[in-house]
């Protein structure tokens, strides 16, 4: 079995990458580091991150990524500010403006977070509840970017939060093709059918079965 780490602080995201690996015969180790997601794109904050835990790391391969969910009639937010968008402080347009730091536990930092997705669509109607996750992932060694992908699932937003399962923003978003059920209302595997992250490691795994005959990890 191939080895591959994975820098991330969010155990849901360490959960559903082995999940989606672990069939490859790829074991993924954990990376854990605070590191500052600085960037106003999901692919600046993509980059930092995996530069900052590869250099944690000399001489392996580490791959990171930046990840989260796009509402139009928000202005596009959450955006590259998934993550702590409760602590985000945002103009009239809802053009984000700065981060306070509410210093939360994961799990009460991702109920705010849609807590107030609900809040600000709740009067939003039909066809413009659209919503969409995506994923920038990338793969480095030292300070040299080996791969980068991306990935997308496109839905709407729920009314109300609903189920237990998954992480995030799973609770408020209803996929294309997931007959009404949130995805927290999903089971892993089905989730994982659909998951953004399954779309952007299929071609992942595709580059790691290339890198590994050529000799390059």
Not at 70 to 96: E, Q, T, Y
Not at 142 to 147: F, G, K, P, Q, V
Request: proline share 5%; aromatic share 10%; net charge negative.
């Amino acid at each position: 079995m191939h080895h591959i780490s994975l820098g991330t602080t969010n155990p849901g995201k360490v959960r559903e990458f082995a999940g989606i690996l672990s069939p490859l015969g790829i074991s993924l180790g954990v990376v854990e580091a605070d590191i500052p997601e600085t960037g106003s794109t999901f692919e600046e904050n993509a980059r930092i991150k995996t530069l900052g835990y590869a250099k944690l790391c000399p001489g392996q391969v580490v791959f990171a990524e930046d990840s989260g969910i796009v509402i139009p009639a928000l202005n596009n937010l959450p955006g590259p500010w998934s993550a702590r968008f409760h602590d985000l402080v945002v103009d009239r347009d809802n053009k984000p403006m700065h981060v306070i730091s509410s210093g939360l536990e994961r799990d009460a930092i991702d109920t705010l977070n849609n807590e107030r997705v609900i809040r600000m669509m709740a009067e939003v109607e039909e066809p413009y509840r659209a919503a969409f996750f995506y994923v920038r992932l990338m793969v480095a060694r030292d300070e040299e970017i080996l791969y980068e992908g991306s990935g997308e699932t496109h839905g709407w937003i729920a009314p109300e939060m609903r189920g237990t399962s998954g992480f995030g923003y799973d609770p408020v978003f209803i996929g294309q093709d997931t007959f009404g059920k949130t995805y927290a209302e999903l089971d892993s595997v089905r989730k994982n059918l659909r998951s953004h992250r399954r779309k952007v490691i299929r071609e992942f795994a595709f580059w790691v079965g290339n890198a590994m005959r050529e000799g390059q990890l």
